[in-house]
C-alpha cells in the first residue's frame, strides 16, 4: 500500500461520507482498495461511501435480475446441488403423516373440496392424485422443487443485505443444510418449505421498498404475508413481521429500536390478524395436547426450564446437524446441565447485545435464529420442544451467519478463498449428511427404527416402531419396544400398553393381553382400543354377551367405528343378542 499523507488522510475522512468512491480515488490518487482499506482501518464504515455500497449491494428487481444472469453458473451449482442431494429422496415411500394427510384422506380425492379449503397444501395433494394417482413421486419432486426455490431466494436476499460473496455462500450452505432434509424429504412437512418462501419473498420485497421507496414493493410484501396467513397456514407466520424488523434494525437503517419499529408498524397489524385468525387453532392445538395421554403435557419441564433448553438444543442441532430425528425427546438432564444452559442463553444474548453496536449484522443474524423459532417458546405448550422441521426458516439466518463469519475470518487472516475453501469443507459433510438422511426417511420402517437409535430415551420412538410391527405382524419385536416404551414412561403409557396388550394377543398369549388391556381401561375409560381388543378376547372365549358389552363400549367412544359396528351386528344377528 502507497503512504497516505496527512492532507489525503484528512480528505478522505471530511469527505467519503458523501463523495462517491470513484471520485475519492481520483482527487487523492489512490486506488480504490486502498481508499477502502484506509477508511477501515480508521474505524469508520466503508458502507458508507456513496458507489461503494451500490457496487457490492443490489437495491432493485431489475438490478436483481442483472445479477441472477451474470451468476449464472451460481444458478446452475445450485440446480445441480439440491438435484443431486435429494435425488434419492424421489424414491421415498410415504411415511408419519403422509398416510393419513394423503395416501388414506379422502379430501384428496375431491379437488373441489381442496380449492374450497383454500390451503395450498392441500390443493397441491389434491392435483398430484388428480395426474399421477397415489404415487408420493410427484410430491417429493414438489418439495425439491420449492426448497430449490427457496435457496434461490436465500441468494437473493443474502445479496441485497451483505453482498454476493456472503449471498452466494449462504445460498449453497442452506441448499445443502442437513437439517432441512425434513422439510424437503418429509411430504407432510412441505408446508414448512412453503412458509419460508413467502418470508423470502416478503422480505425481498421490503428490502425493495426500502431501497426504491416504491409503494408496488410495499404492497408486495403485504400481500406475501396475507398469502402465509390464509392460504399456506403455517402456524410460524407469527414470526415473520419480528423478522423483518431484525432486517429493518440490524440490516437496513441501523438506526435506533423505536425507529425500526415506526419503519415496520404498518405490518403489526398483520401480525395482530394472524394471531386472530389462529387463535382458534391455538386453543384446539393446547386442548388436544392436555388431554393427549400420547403428548404427555403433564411431565412437560417448567417454562423457567423450557426456555434455556429450547435455545441451547436448536443451537446445537444448527452447530452440528448430525444427530437428526423426527422426535427430540428424552434427554436426560441434570440440575448442573440446565444451569449451563442458562448460562449458554445469557452468554448468546450478551453477546448479540454486545455486538448491536459494534457489529450490527452480525447481532442481528444472532437474533433471526431464535425470532424464527418464537412459537416453540411461548408459555403455553403448543409445539414440541424443538423440531428440525421447525427449524427451516432459521436456518436461513444461520446460512447467512456462517456465511458471513467465513469471510470475516478470509479477511481477518488474510487468506486468500479461505472463506470459500470454508464453505466447500462444510458442504462436504453437509452433503453426506443429506443423502444418508434421505435414506432413514425412505421407508417407515429405516425412519422409525432410525429415531429410535438417535433417541433412545424417546418413548414415542419405541411406540411408533412398534405401530409398524404390529402393521407388519412383527409382533415379538412389536412386544420388544412396546415393553421399552412403557419402561420409558413408568408404566404409564396407554398407547404403549396397548401395542403389548395386542401384540400378545397376536401371539397367542391372551391372559397377558387381557391383563394389559384391562389396565387400560380401568385407567384410560376412554380409550376404545381397548375394549376393541377385549371384544375379540371374549369372541374367542365364545363369551358372546361379553363382547358385545364391549363393542357397544366403543360406538359409546368412537361412534364413526364402522368396524366395531359391523362386528357388533353380525354377532347379534347369529347370537338374536
Same mark, same amino acid.
Given at each position: 500500500?502507497?503512504?497516505?499523507?496527512?492532507?489525503?488522510?484528512?480528505?478522505?475522512?471530511?469527505?467519503?461520507?458523501?463523495?462517491?468512491? =470513484?471520485?475519492?480515488?481520483?482527487?487523492?490518487?489512490?486506488?480504490?482498495?486502498?481508499?477502502? #482499506?484506509?477508511?477501515?482501518? #480508521?474505524?469508520?464504515?466503508?458502507?458508507?461511501?456513496?458507489? /461503494?455500497?451500490?457496487? /457490492?449491494?443490489?437495491? &432493485?428487481?431489475?438490478?436483481?435480475?442483472?445479477?441472477?444472469?451474470?451468476?449464472?453458473?451460481?444458478?446452475?451449482?445450485?440446480?445441480?446441488?439440491?438435484? $443431486?442431494?435429494?435425488?434419492?429422496?424421489?424414491?421415498?415411500?410415504?411415511?408419519?403423516?403422509?398416510?393419513?394427510?394423503?395416501?388414506?384422506?379422502?379430501?384428496?380425492?375431491?379437488?373441489?373440496?381442496?380449492?374450497?379449503?383454500?390451503?395450498?397444501?392441500?390443493?397441491?395433494?389434491?392435483?398430484?392424485?388428480?395426474?399421477?394417482?397415489?404415487?408420493?413421486?410427484?410430491?417429493?419432486?414438489?418439495?425439491?422443487?420449492?426448497?430449490?426455490?427457496?435457496?434461490?431466494?436465500?441468494?437473493?436476499?443474502?445479496?441485497?443485505?451483505?453482498?454476493?460473496?456472503?449471498?452466494?455462500?449462504?445460498?449453497?450452505?442452506? $441448499?445443502?443444510?442437513?437439517?432441512?432434509?425434513?422439510?424437503?424429504?418429509?411430504?407432510?412437512?412441505?408446508?414448512?418449505?412453503?412458509?419460508?418462501?413467502?418470508?423470502?419473498? *416478503?422480505?425481498?420485497?421490503?428490502?425493495?421498498?426500502?431501497?426504491?421507496?416504491?409503494?408496488?414493493?410495499? &404492497?408486495?410484501?403485504?400481500?406475501? /404475508?396475507?398469502?402465509?396467513?390464509?392460504?399456506?397456514?403455517?402456524?410460524?407466520?407469527?414470526?415473520?413481521?419480528?423478522?423483518?424488523?431484525?432486517?429493518?434494525?440490524?440490516?437496513?437503517?441501523?438506526?435506533?429500536?423505536?425507529?425500526?419499529?415506526?419503519?415496520?408498524?404498518?405490518?403489526?397489524?398483520?401480525?395482530?390478524?394472524?394471531?386472530?385468525?389462529?387463535?382458534?387453532?391455538?386453543?384446539?392445538?393446547? &386442548?388436544?395436547?392436555?388431554?393427549?395421554?400420547?403428548?404427555?403435557?403433564?411431565?412437560? *419441564?417448567?417454562?423457567?426450564?423450557?426456555?434455556?433448553?429450547?435455545?441451547?438444543?436448536?443451537?446445537?442441532?444448527?452447530? !452440528?446437524?448430525?444427530?437428526?430425528?423426527?422426535?427430540?425427546?428424552?434427554?436426560?438432564? @441434570?440440575? @448442573? =446441565?440446565?444451569?449451563?444452559?442458562?448460562? !449458554?442463553?445469557?452468554? !448468546?444474548? =450478551?453477546?448479540?447485545?454486545?455486538?448491536?453496536?459494534?457489529?450490527?449484522?452480525?447481532?442481528?443474524?444472532?437474533?433471526?435464529?431464535?425470532?424464527?423459532?418464537?412459537?416453540?417458546?411461548?408459555?403455553?405448550?403448543?409445539?414440541?420442544?424443538?423440531?428440525?422441521?421447525?427449524?427451516?426458516?432459521?436456518?436461513?439466518?444461520?446460512?447467512?451467519?456462517?456465511?458471513?463469519? !467465513?469471510?470475516?475470518?478470509?479477511?481477518?487472516?488474510?487468506?486468500?478463498?479461505? $472463506?470459500?475453501?470454508? $464453505?466447500?469443507?462444510?458442504?462436504?459433510?453437509?452433503?453426506?449428511?443429506?443423502? @444418508?438422511?434421505?435414506?432413514?426417511? #425412505?421407508?417407515?420402517?429405516?425412519?422409525?427404527?432410525?429415531?429410535?437409535?438417535?433417541?433412545?430415551?424417546?418413548?414415542?420412538?419405541?411406540?411408533?416402531?412398534?405401530?409398524?410391527?404390529?402393521?407388519?405382524?412383527?409382533?415379538?419385536?412389536?412386544?420388544?419396544?412396546?415393553?421399552?416404551?412403557?419402561?420409558?414412561?413408568? =408404566?404409564? %403409557?396407554?398407547?404403549?400398553?396397548? /401395542?403389548?396388550?395386542?401384540?400378545?394377543?397376536?401371539?397367542? *398369549?391372551?391372559?397377558?393381553?387381557?391383563?394389559?388391556?384391562?389396565?387400560?381401561?380401568?385407567?384410560?375409560?376412554?380409550?376404545?382400543?381397548? %375394549?376393541?381388543? *377385549?371384544?375379540?378376547?371374549?369372541?374367542?372365549?365364545?363369551?358372546?354377551?361379553?363382547?358385545?358389552?364391549?363393542?357397544?363400549?366403543?360406538?359409546?367412544?368412537?361412534?364413526?367405528?364402522?368396524?366395531?359396528?359391523?362386528?357388533?351386528?353380525?354377532?347379534?344377528?347369529?347370537?338374536?343378542?
Amino acid at each position: 500500500m502507497s503512504k497516505i499523507t496527512k492532507s489525503q488522510k484528512k480528505f478522505l475522512k471530511n469527505a467519503y461520507k458523501n463523495t462517491p468512491l =470513484g471520485e475519492l480515488s481520483k482527487k487523492t490518487g489512490i486506488p480504490r482498495e486502498e481508499v477502502l #482499506s484506509y477508511i477501515k482501518k #480508521s474505524g469508520k464504515n466503508p458502507d458508507k461511501i456513496i458507489g /461503494n455500497e451500490s457496487e /457490492n449491494k443490489v437495491k &432493485s428487481f431489475s438490478e436483481i435480475l442483472l445479477v441472477l444472469k451474470e451468476s449464472k453458473w451460481v444458478v446452475l451449482g445450485l440446480f445441480i446441488l439440491v438435484s $443431486a442431494l435429494y435425488f434419492n429422496s424421489l424414491k421415498g415411500q410415504f411415511v408419519a403423516d403422509d398416510i393419513l394427510g394423503f395416501r388414506d384422506n379422502p379430501q384428496v380425492k375431491n379437488l373441489a373440496v381442496s380449492f374450497r379449503s383454500m390451503r395450498a397444501q392441500a390443493i397441491v395433494y389434491a392435483l398430484s392424485y388428480k395426474f399421477f394417482g397415489l404415487s408420493p413421486v410427484p410430491l417429493h419432486a414438489a418439495s425439491i422443487l420449492y426448497h430449490l426455490i427457496n435457496s434461490l431466494l436465500v441468494l437473493i436476499l443474502g445479496t441485497l443485505l451483505f453482498g454476493r460473496k456472503i449471498g452466494t455462500l449462504a445460498a449453497f450452505l442452506f $441448499a445443502a443444510f442437513p437439517v432441512n432434509t425434513e422439510a424437503v424429504s418429509w411430504i407432510s412437512a412441505s408446508n414448512y418449505s412453503l412458509e419460508t418462501s413467502t418470508f423470502l419473498v *416478503m422480505a425481498i420485497l421490503y428490502v425493495f421498498y426500502k431501497s426504491s421507496g416504491r409503494k408496488t414493493y410495499l &404492497s408486495g410484501a403485504i400481500a406475501a /404475508n396475507a398469502f402465509a396467513i390464509f392460504i399456506v397456514g403455517s402456524n410460524f407466520v407469527i414470526s415473520f413481521v419480528p423478522l423483518i424488523f431484525l432486517i429493518d434494525r440490524f440490516f437496513i437503517e441501523k438506526k435506533s429500536f423505536v425507529s425500526s419499529l415506526k419503519n415496520v408498524a404498518f405490518l403489526i397489524p398483520l401480525t395482530v390478524v394472524n394471531f386472530l385468525y389462529k387463535y382458534g387453532q391455538y386453543n384446539n392445538r393446547v &386442548s388436544y395436547l392436555s388431554g393427549s395421554a400420547e403428548a404427555n403435557v403433564e411431565a412437560a *419441564m417448567p417454562y423457567f426450564l423450557r426456555f434455556p433448553y429450547t435455545l441451547y438444543s436448536n443451537l446445537r442441532l444448527l452447530v !452440528f446437524p448430525d444427530n437428526l430425528s423426527i422426535f427430540h425427546e428424552g434427554d436426560v438432564i @441434570t440440575d @448442573t =446441565g440446565f444451569l449451563l444452559m442458562w448460562l !449458554f442463553t445469557l452468554t !448468546f444474548f =450478551g453477546v448479540a447485545f454486545f455486538l448491536k453496536k459494534r457489529n450490527a449484522e452480525i447481532a442481528g443474524l444472532m437474533f433471526f435464529i431464535p425470532t424464527a423459532l418464537l412459537l416453540t417458546f411461548s408459555p403455553v405448550l403448543i409445539s414440541s420442544y424443538y423440531a428440525e422441521r421447525y427449524m427451516y426458516l432459521a436456518t436461513v439466518g444461520f446460512s447467512i451467519l456462517a456465511a458471513s463469519l !467465513f469471510v470475516m475470518l478470509e479477511e481477518k487472516i488474510r487468506i486468500k478463498h479461505l $472463506a470459500v475453501i470454508c $464453505a466447500v469443507f462444510v458442504l462436504g459433510f453437509y452433503s453426506f449428511r443429506v443423502v @444418508t438422511r434421505n435414506v432413514e426417511w #425412505s421407508t417407515p420402517e429405516k425412519l422409525w427404527v432410525s429415531t429410535a437409535r438417535e433417541v433412545p430415551n424417546s418413548p414415542r420412538a419405541h411406540k411408533v416402531l412398534a405401530d409398524y410391527y404390529i402393521e407388519n405382524k412383527d409382533f415379538d419385536n412389536a412386544a420388544k419396544e412396546s415393553e421399552i416404551a412403557l419402561k420409558l414412561r413408568d =408404566g404409564d %403409557y396407554p398407547g404403549a400398553r396397548n /401395542n403389548l396388550g395386542l401384540s400378545y394377543l397376536r401371539m397367542g *398369549m391372551a391372559d397377558k393381553a387381557e391383563e394389559h388391556f384391562i389396565n387400560n381401561i380401568e385407567n384410560y375409560p376412554d380409550m376404545w382400543q381397548s %375394549y376393541f381388543n *377385549m371384544s375379540e378376547i371374549e369372541v374367542n372365549r365364545n363369551n358372546l354377551k361379553g363382547a358385545v358389552f364391549y363393542l357397544e363400549k366403543v360406538l359409546e367412544l368412537d361412534q364413526g367405528n364402522d368396524r366395531a359396528r359391523y362386528i357388533l351386528g353380525k354377532i347379534k344377528e347369529g347370537s338374536g343378542l
